[in-house]
Nanobody, 122 residues
Framework: QVQLVESGGGSVHSGGSLRLSCSASEYSSCMGWFRRVQGKDREAVAA???????AYAYFVKGRFTVSLDSAKKIVSLQMENLTQEDTAMYYC???????????????????WGQGIQVTVSS
């Protein structure tokens, strides 16, 4: 069982930045971030296998960067130019083994964090 602990959420104004981090108790081949906007289904944000495979949701549009430090077992999500539409609960996800061709599918992941709130105000 992989335990995931998210940190770094909070409140910012539109155009601001936040960095989310997720620490895993054990090594995972793929790690990523999903989010749930109130009233909607959980959706993928970004994920990576720490190597050559990284994927971003269409709405990221170059604003977010996901990175995985496999040695430290930490996946981070640097978010820039945030908008109110980015307000959501963000969840860390981990998978082992991993299908690098399907990084943005929630079904690729076996372990989930508790979630951390990101609120963007005008």
């Amino acid at each position: 069982q992989v335990q995931l602990v998210e940190s770094g959420g909070g409140s910012v104004h539109s155009g601001g930045s936040l960095r989310l981090s997720c620490s895993a108790s054990e090594y995972s081949s793929c790690m990523g971030w999903f989010r749930r906007v109130q009233g909607k289904d959980r959706e993928a944000v970004a994920a990576t296998d720490g190597g050559s495979n990284t994927a971003y949701a269409y709405f990221v549009k170059g604003r977010f960067t996901v990175s995985l430090d496999s040695a430290k077992k930490i996946v981070s999500l640097q978010m820039e130019n945030l908008t109110q539409e980015d307000t959501a609960m963000y969840y860390c996800a981990a998978s082992r083994p991993c299908n690098p061709g399907n990084l943005l599918s929630r079904w690729n992941y076996d372990y989930w964090g508790q979630g951390i709130q990101v609120t963007v105000s005008s």
